[in-house]
């Protein structure tokens, strides 16, 4: 099996889900995963680390999204009504959807990467080309702003 193949099948689930969650709005995320893998299929000699590998994709990955975006010069705001494959009627997902859509896109992002592609510090740091202090950072920042957002509107009700 060829090495484009085996990264096709170890991470294109992972990769089409954040690319609908984060770019459905824009573009048809099977067209951003196919061009997501056309482009480090030209680029698989930059790939040095083989346990980098999903880091890579998902920087590929994202910045198909954005050049997707940008392209059609729509709002990247992700999907967070879709961070549960589920429906639900729980007050307290609805409470923490609107949290999270509140919170800045340099907050939001890395939190999410981590939540949802469950990826590493260091992952985030390579798919966001931010330094992993940073990205810790932003992410407790986050964090932070979520629980006070959330006990305000525990405390309103």
């Known amino acids: 099996m060829s090495q484009l193949a085996e990264l096709y099948r170890d991470h294109a689930p992972a990769l089409l889900g954040y690319l609908r969650r984060r770019f459905g709005r824009i573009d048809n995320p099977e067209d951003l995963l196919q061009e997501t893998f056309v482009k480090a299929a030209r680029s698989l000699d930059t790939l040095r680390r083989p346990e980098s590998a999903r880091a890579w994709l998902f920087t590929i990955a994202h910045r198909v999204g954005v050049s997707a975006s940008r392209r059609r010069r ?8 879709h961070a549960v494959a589920a429906p639900s009627t729980d007050p307290r997902l609805t409470a ?11 907050h939001r992002r890395p939190l999410e990467l981590r939540l ?34 959330l006990k305000d509107t525990r405390d309103a009700t």
């Open 74 to 81: 729509t709002d990247t705001a992700p999907l967070i009504e």
């Open 96 to 106: 923490m959807r609107q949290a999270m859509s509140e919170l800045s896109e340099e």
């Open 116 to 149: 949802h592609e469950r990826m590493t510090y260091a992952e985030i740091a390579e798919v966001l080309s931010l330094p992993p202090g940073t990205v810790r950072s932003r992410i407790h920042h986050a964090i932070r702003k979520l629980k006070r957002t």
